[in-house]
């Protein structure tokens, strides 16, 4: 059974940073992309970051570029998304997510989710 536990959402002012992690199980992911997710309220879910394998970043969003980074650690299998530099447009719930094949932005083509991580940015 895989599972996807986020953590470290929370509020903070615009500027300041927050660090995503999200822990899975299940299975060995060191061979499959995982990514984070986000969603505002009455909006698509969006994707932000992308990694594979060996921590090669795939993919990141235009409105994070330069701003977030992602990581992963395959000893534990947790990914981590470092957000820095936030915006008020970046409130939304983030969601880590896991597929074995599939590596883009295309958030139904992912096979597994994790419940999201709350993250509110003040202005």
């Known amino acids: 059974q895989v599972q996807l536990v986020e953590s470290g959402g929370g509020s903070v002012q615009a500027g300041g940073s927050l660090r995503l992690s999200c822990a899975a199980s299940g299975h060995t992911f060191s061979r499959w992309c995982m990514g984070w997710f986000r969603q505002a309220p009455g909006m698509e879910r969006e994707g932000v970051a992308i990694?594979?394998?060996?921590?090669?970043?795939?993919s990141v969003a235009d409105s994070v570029q330069g701003r977030f980074a992602i990581s992963r650690d395959n000893a534990t299998n947790t990914v981590y998304l470092q957000m820095n530099s936030l915006k008020p447009e970046d409130t939304a719930m983030y969601y880590c997510?896991?597929?074995?094949?599939?590596?883009?932005?295309?958030?139904?083509?992912?096979?597994?989710w994790g419940q999201g991580t709350q993250v509110t940015v003040s202005s």
């Open positions: 997510a896991a597929d074995r094949t599939y590596c883009g932005l295309r958030a139904q083509l992912y096979d597994y």
């Open positions: 990694i594979y394998t060996a921590g090669g970043t795939l």
